[in-house]
């Protein structure tokens, strides 16, 4: 006759996936002879599966007669006395007669911290040669196991992550979970063990039911439980929601989502580097994924005004920096501030989750040009890969390539400078030939001002679909935007511009179907961006509005196309604006009213009187600029007489200026003609 025991021993089994690499080191530990290690220290977050792999381990031992002991510190008061009864209990006698090889397991080892010297020092030194120890806890070993070098020797630290994704499929495979729900559900629990057991709890009385976490409270609360265990105060758990918001904290940041002073801020940091389920990388401190999503999702459902907020002052971290920043620390910033908008119902379906995201940028260099070439025509074919070949030769500087930790190519995206175009590169490629016919008829370019097509993208296995190598693509995109000095406008090339419609519209790219074009059998579509309708700043903007609302994937509202004057209509467009500058009506009607120089300040394009109003207060820093230099200030007080504050004609201007009439009308023109040009470098700077 089967034992309850024994059936609850096989389920256990039947039900344990993943752990072979654990499994394969205990393994050898228990049969070498001596054992490459006599104390293996397991720490992980709660319900990481400790308890189940030590259960595992154990299995192993009685399939080798190896006598195996299990002491749970849930159970055991934290004293030389109480510990060493629970062995007697065990079947374990210290100070007696021991088996020459034999485990010990001791599980929950966070409630026996009193007890660790005791432990280090007296007890465990007393077992054999051939023995091993098992100790799991939530906290990463303390330091003195490290630090002795007799111990360092032979201890071996295991940090126990969570079940890799497939792990996690036959996982909830043989938990019943239906097969369709499972990317849900493993988006959500990342693999931890006991969150994908929770969640099949849910289907085991609702085998129906589509899974979403905020839909879950109890499964959050239970989870949230676990983690917040070793968390000693409402602001140290303030400390862990600022830590799953951000991509990485530091102290600097830390400091500035909470409000802390900078000594706060370092004690704190301090405190949350020493968690289970924190990790510390090359920029600063992030959780494990489960803790992140359970946390963040608490608080955005318990206190969303809150989870706002916080969000909102690391944006402002970030934007005050993004200005400032170059190079890799420019690129950092940006993947940590579009980091933030991950959880935007626009973003989250086109963001890779819980994949490794261990790539770099870099330029191109020659050996990369064959596996570029090969890379294009496998996905795009031959006609396209020719199109590359021209670009490669023509504009190498636009490449942006993205390698692997091991410096193997990943993928790329390549900027076209379309401003620089010759007939010869219309001639080949028939997507910059449809933008520049897009812009001359749509949107002409200036002179100093510049338009770019992110021509080519994508990763090298899975093209343009979802991936890490496309979120940088992204990231890549921001930054070219904004380090392109002058640009004006943007083009992104998709190959299936139905699947991006919605990442784009959140992203303010409209859909161009007028510059779509054709390479051999294959049309791509194009999205653009005019940055004179709405510059750089404004769209900054743009995006925290609707990152901060959680707003879904919808247009924002068509910003109205601003008029591109040349620069000789853009001068006369000036003057007349003087000369209406007490006449609202008449500015009313000036094209400068429809200018990126104007739509690009003000707060409500809507409101045509908000318009005048910035039109006349660049008007007169257009003329104040003229007070800067003493030679230049006469020509402000003829401005000034004429037009701004009017002696009632030129005649009484000149007599109070003490000009002759034909002295002031050529200062009148000089002057004109500066504010002109004031006015016209801000038109082309756009911001």
């Known amino acids: ?34 054992p490459p290690f006599n104390l293996l220290f397991i720490y992980g977050p709660s319900g990481v599966g400790k308890t189940a792999l030590l259960q595992r381990f154990i299995a192993l031992c009685c399939q080798r007669q190896t006598p195996a002991f299990y002491i749970s510190g849930h159970l055991v008061e934290p004293t030389p006395e109480a510990f060493k009864a629970a062995l007697r209990a065990s079947g374990l006698s210290p100070g007696e007669s021991l088996p020459n090889r ?28 051939q023995s091993v120890t098992v100790i799991a806890g939530t906290r990463r070993p303390p330091s003195a196991w490290l630090t002795d070098p007799g111990w360092q020797a032979v201890t071996r630290v295991l940090p126990l992550r969570n079940l890799s994704r497939s792990e996690a499929r036959r996982y909830l495979e043989r938990l019943g979970v239906p097969s369709e729900q499972h990317e849900a559900v493993l988006d959500f629990t990342h693999g931890h063990p006991l969150a994908l057991t929770l969640v099949a709890e849910l289907f085991k009385y609702n085998p129906a039911l589509k899974f979403r976490a905020e839909a879950a409270p109890d499964i959050i609360w239970a989870l949230l439980e676990r983690f917040v265990a070793e968390v000693p105060s409402a602001l140290h758990r303030e400390v862990l929601a600022a830590a799953a918001l951000v991509r990485v904290l530091t102290e600097p940041l830390l400091a500035t989502m909470l409000d802390l002073s900078g000594e706060q801020a370092r004690a704190l940091f301090e405190w949350l580097r020493s968690c289970s389920f924190i990790e510390a990388g090359p920029y ?77 940028a870099d330029i191109l260099r ?59 590169d219309l001639a080949a490629d028939p997507g910059v030939r449809s933008a520049l016919t897009y812009l001359a008829g749509r949107a002409p370019l200036r002179p100093g001002e510049a338009a770019t097509m992110a021509r080519f993208w994508m990763d090298r296995e899975r093209y343009q679909n979802i991936s890490p190598v496309q979120s940088l693509v992204g990231v890549q995109l921001v930054r070219h935007i904004m380090t392109t000095p002058g640009l004006a406008f943007s083009f992104l090339v998709c190959a299936d511009p139905d699947f991006w419609e919605v990442l784009a519209a959140y992203a303010d790219f409209e859909r161009l179907a007028e510059a779509d074009f054709q390479v051999g059998e294959r049309r791509y579509g194009v999205y653009g961006h005019d940055w004179r309708a709405r510059p750089l700043t404004a769209w900054l903007s743009l995006m925290a509005e609707r990152e901060e609302a959680f707003l879904p994937a919808e247009p924002a509202p068509p910003a109205e196309r601003p008029v591109v004057l040349a620069k000789a209509d853009f001068v006369q467009a000036v003057r007349q604006a003087f000369k209406d500058f007490h006449n609202r009506d008449g500015l009313r009607t ?25 039109l006349k207060k660049l008007l007169l820093e257009a003329a104040d600029s003229l007070k800067e230099s003493p030679r230049d200030v006469r020509l402000y007080k003829v401005l000034y007489h004429t037009y701004l504050q009017p002696a009632g004609s030129q005649e009484r201007a000149a007599e109070l200026l003490d000009l002759p009439l034909s002295t002031l009308r050529y200062q009148l023109a000089r002057a004109l003609e500066r504010a002109a040009a004031f006015l016209w470098e801000r038109e082309l700077a756009g911001d």
């Open 366 to 424: 020659p050996p990369d040009r064959p596996e570029l070439t090969e890379m294009v025509c496998r996905h795009e074919g031959p006609e396209s890969a020719r199109i590359l070949a021209h670009w490669l030769d023509r504009q190498p500087q636009g490449f942006v390539l993205f390698r692997d930790s091991h410096h193997r190519l990943a993928g790329f995206i390549l900027f076209v400078a379309l401003h620089e175009a010759c007939p010869e």
């Open 1 to 34: 006759m089967v034992s309850l025991d024994e059936q609850l021993a096989k389920i256990r089994q039947d039900r344990f996936v993943g752990r072979e690499a654990e499994l394969t080191l205990f393994l050898t530990a228990i049969t070498a002879s001596p």
């Open 590 to 614: 000036n094209p400068l009213i429809r200018s990126r120089l104007v739509l690009a300040r003000v707060d409500d394009p809507t409101s045509l009187p908000r318009r005048v109003d910035v």
């Open 102 to 129: 034999f485990g010990l397991f001791i599980d929950n080892y966070e409630h026996l911290s009193p007890l660790d010297s005791w432990l280090r020092d007296r007890l465990l030194p007393t077992f054999p040669r």
């Open 284 to 360: 600063g401190l992030y959780p494990h994924d489960l803790v992140r999503e359970v946390v963040a999702t608490d608080l955005k459902w318990r206190n969303p005004d809150r989870y706002g907020e916080l969000l909102g002052r690391a944006r402002t971290f970030y934007a005050a920096r993004l200005r400032q920043a170059k190079g890799d620390a420019l690129e950092r910033l940006l993947i940590d501030y579009m980091f933030l908008h991950r959880n935007n119902p626009a973003v989250r379906p086109f963001y890779a989750v819980g994949e490794s995201y261990d790539y770099f």
